[in-house]
């Protein structure tokens, strides 16, 4: 392949704003789904899933927190190479929330595990590989020529998006929550728990698609090392004011954090528990009666 295609798609859409900050958010999303699969692999027992996802949970804390006290900056391989693993791991995460899901409601057995797996597996193979078509062919690099010619004959300035179209996008998307949870309300009242779980599997087999969607620039990563690609570097993340955190501080801090959230799981486990509690006896009924 040529060395141009491989430098036009590491240049192609190049963003500095994705650091270890994103680990940091991305963290709060796993947290969000870990406390009720851990509410559920107590009550299930016999479960694998949600505790190969919970274990992943808390050694994304743990590496994050490790790279943010060994890195201050990330080199121009680095930073494709943790955008990349960002988004494949976030594809990872939500296929065990999936596959928890079936595992922990018992309603489909080993064969579906294995047909959403291979479902995931493809559309993950189709994503690398279109990718990686569209550089051999040379698709980003005639992208890359028709910009430059287009830069040519206008000057183009990148602002900020204002106000007005912000406001209109919360707007549409508020819209589009209320239609989608009278939707939900709707269709759910009359459905069947099979069809409840299989929707639940490909709406969390399609937001971990679409959150992970920058899992493709490990491809980047793999070019700028192959090629030797030059380009800036960049801040691993935007640290607090003040002075640099000493290595045992860090490692004291990063055990309170672990501590104050291992407690706050098993405080929220308990009070969780109790409301699955109800929400499970009295569902059945509440459904029937729609």
Same mark, same amino acid.
């Given at each position: 392949m040529k060395r141009e295609y491989a430098e036009a798609y590491v240049r192609w859409a190049d963003t500095n704003l994705i650091d270890l900050d994103m680990w940091t958010g991305m963290g709060v999303i796993y947290a969000v789904f870990a406390f009720p699969l851990l509410v559920f692999a107590l009550v299930v027992r016999q479960v694998i899933f949600p505790y190969i996802y919970i274990v992943l949970f808390l050694g994304h804390c743990i590496l994050t927190a490790a790279l943010k006290q060994k890195y201050c900056e990330f080199n121009y391989? /680095?930073?494709?190479?943790? &955008?990349?693993?960002s988004g494949a791991f976030a594809r990872l995460m939500f296929l065990l929330i999936a596959l928890s899901l079936i595992e922990v409601t018992g309603i489909y057995g080993l064969s579906t595990i294995f047909f959403v797996f291979g479902v995931w597996l493809f559309l993950n193979? $189709?994503?690398? =590989? *279109?990718v990686w078509w569209r550089i051999r062919s040379g698709r980003f690099y005639a992208a890359q020529e028709r910009r430059k010619e287009q830069e040519k004959h206008k000057k183009t300035q990148?602002? =900020?998006m204002s106000r007005g179209p912000a406001m209109a996008i919360c707007g549409i998307g508020g819209l589009a929550g209320i239609l989608g949870m009278s939707f939900a309300k709707m269709f759910f009242s009359n459905? @069947? /728990?099979?069809?409840?779980?299989?929707? +639940?599997?490909? &709406?969390?087999?399609?937001?971990?698609?679409l959150l992970g969607i920058a899992g493709s620039n490990l491809w980047k990563a793999y070019y700028v090392k192959k090629y030797d690609i030059q380009g800036k570097s960049i801040p691993a993340y935007r640290p607090r004011p003040g002075q640099k955190q000493t290595v045992l501080h860090s490692i004291l801090r990063t055990l309170g954090v672990i501590g104050r959230f $291992? $407690?706050? &799981?098993? +405080?929220?486990?308990?009070? +969780? *528990?109790?409301v699955m509690y109800f929400f499970m006896r009295w569902l059945p +009924?509440?459904? @029937?009666?729609?």
């Open positions: 391989f /680095q930073k494709f190479l943790n &955008i990349g693993a193979v $189709l994503d690398f =590989g *279109t990148k602002k =900020g459905a @069947s /728990q099979e069809v409840i779980v299989s929707s +639940a599997v490909c &709406i969390f087999i399609f937001l971990g698609m $291992l $407690l706050g &799981i098993i +405080a929220f486990s308990v009070l +969780a *528990t109790v +009924a509440w459904l @029937s009666h729609r």
